[in-house]
């Protein structure tokens, strides 16, 4: 009977697919940071209820939630040369598509693809601190900008942690899919080294015990995030209980 599996295979994926980690993890971070920051601004726009720009929130929050990452990745790698070709022909630039790594339409996808889901979270995690801490901030003089950075943003990342953490490690198994806009991450490496050794079966099971540590790794250091900033957050509040009690 032939061999059909063979577990030393994996054990030498392993390593071999590894070495492609920092590409998985740059475009992560960076798609993570971007998403953070349209987010936050996208959820700041729902909350201040800003017209025009609120519908168009909406609409886009649901078209990115709507559509498939895939398809999102597609339309980024064949809808920014379209684009430059735009920019070249109307304002007579002469920007050339050879010049963008591959990459930068990956991290461009999933930074508006996972800033939908950011900005619901960030949204509902802001509306979630108790109105009464706002209002009373303010009246001893507090400004808003102060009352946000101090009571409001320290509140709700407690809230959005979490999800935070969800979409975070969503975004990451989601570099899978970046192998078709021909960027060499991890799925992209296991792909190459199976189709040398002709052992794919082998190759996907290393690559899945990858992406199941990376899952696991960062699921802890969320977990101590949070940890960490509720334990910020009672101090702070029994500082400020004490501070009260003792000016009484």
């Not at 909350?47 to 999102?72: A, C, F």
């Not at 601190?129 to 209002?135: A, H, S, T």
């Not at 102060?146 to 709700?156: D, H, V």
């Not at 198994?173 to 052992?199: D, H, P, Y």
């Amino acid at each position: 009977m032939p061999n059909l599996f063979d577990y030393h295979y994996v054990l030498k994926g392993i390593p071999e697919i590894i070495k492609y980690l920092p590409i998985t993890l740059e475009i992560v971070i960076i798609s993570a940071f971007f998403a953070l920051i349209l987010g936050f601004i996208l959820a700041l726009i729902k909350i201040n209820n800003i017209p025009i720009l609120k519908p168009l929130v909406n609409i886009y929050i649901s078209y990115m939630r709507g559509t498939p990452q895939l398809v999102q990745l597609y339309i980024a790698y064949y809808g920014i040369p379209i684009l430059l070709q735009y920019t070249n022909y109307y304002f007579d630039k002469d920007y050339s598509i050879n010049h963008i790594p591959s990459i930068i339409f990956v991290i461009v996808a999933f930074s508006f693809n996972e800033a939908a889901y950011a900005s619901e979270t960030i949204r509902a995690a802001i509306q979630s601190v108790d109105k009464g801490q706002v209002e009373a901030a303010l009246s001893i003089g507090m400004s808003y900008p102060q009352t946000f950075f101090n009571i409001i943003l320290p509140e709700s990342l407690i809230v959005a942690i979490p999800s935070l953490g969800n979409i975070f490690i969503g975004l990451l198994k989601g570099t899978s899919l970046a192998f078709v806009c021909a960027v060499m991450e991890m799925t992209a490496a296991s792909q190459l080294i199976a189709s040398r050794n002709l052992r794919h079966f082998e190759m996907y099971i290393a690559l899945s015990i990858i992406y199941w540590g990376l899952t696991i790794i960062f699921s802890r250091i969320f977990i101590y995030m949070e940890k960490r900033l509720k334990k910020s957050e009672r101090g702070i509040a029994e500082t400020n209980e004490k501070e009260s009690i003792d000016f009484q």
